[in-house]
């Protein structure tokens, strides 16, 4: 299965991934963290993200399209792949429909989760992750034993750069702005589901895997 999970900064996009992608048997492409990933290593690419990155702004289309584009090629993507973060423009969207099409095949579903500003503003506050295993955890949602130890590997916690309030009112902007047309665009499609996100990440995991039931 072809999928795209899109949703606004915070919506549990990482947290969903994971499980649904175990689900499906798909690899997990999230590209948030293939940019943190080139960020910590300190690559050409990264260190032209970590500027649209640490001001909440979008990388540019062009650089985001480029490295999805060579993500796909690898033989891991051909069966089947979750998207967690791409695309967030129309460009991206028509550029991934496009390069489907020219592998003969086209995506499946996008899933929306939905939840309020609020709700997001909560959650990225909280937000804690794994330096080793890349758990996302929450100190207040999903805490763990000790503050800052991970339950599931033992390495060590860390709080995200644009998690700052400020950070985040603009990357909530950049998602209205940008992002959410994205809700249009599949809809017309006729490829949208939207699921209610709020509630225990359990109870999402299972509307998720739900919708792609009715819709697979
Ligand atoms: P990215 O990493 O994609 O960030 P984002 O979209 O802002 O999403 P987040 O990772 O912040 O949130 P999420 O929805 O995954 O929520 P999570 O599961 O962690 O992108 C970062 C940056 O990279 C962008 O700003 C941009 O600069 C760049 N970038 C990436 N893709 C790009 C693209 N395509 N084009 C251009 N630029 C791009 O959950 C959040 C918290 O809530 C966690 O603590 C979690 O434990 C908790 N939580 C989750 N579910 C629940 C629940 N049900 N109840 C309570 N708490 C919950
Ligand atoms: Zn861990």
Known sequence: MRLVLVGPPGAGKGTQAE????????P???TGDIFRSNVTQGTPLGVEAKRYMDAGELVPDEVTINMVRDRLAEP???EGFLLDGFPRTTPQAAALDKLLADLGTAL??????VVDDDEVIRRLSGRRTCRGCGKIWHVEFDATTRPDICDRCGAELFQRDDDKPE???TRLR???EKTAPLVDYYGAQGKLVGIDATGPV???TTRAIDALRSYG
């Open 76 to 78: 891991d993507a051909s």
């Open 174 to 176: 950049e998602y209205s």
């Open 19 to 26: 499980f649904v992608a175990a689900h499906l048997s798909v």
């Open 108 to 113: 499946d579903l996008v899933l929306e989760l």
């Open 202 to 204: 359990e109870d999402v």
């Open 167 to 169: 950070t985040i009112a």
């Open 28 to 30: 997990k492409i999230s």
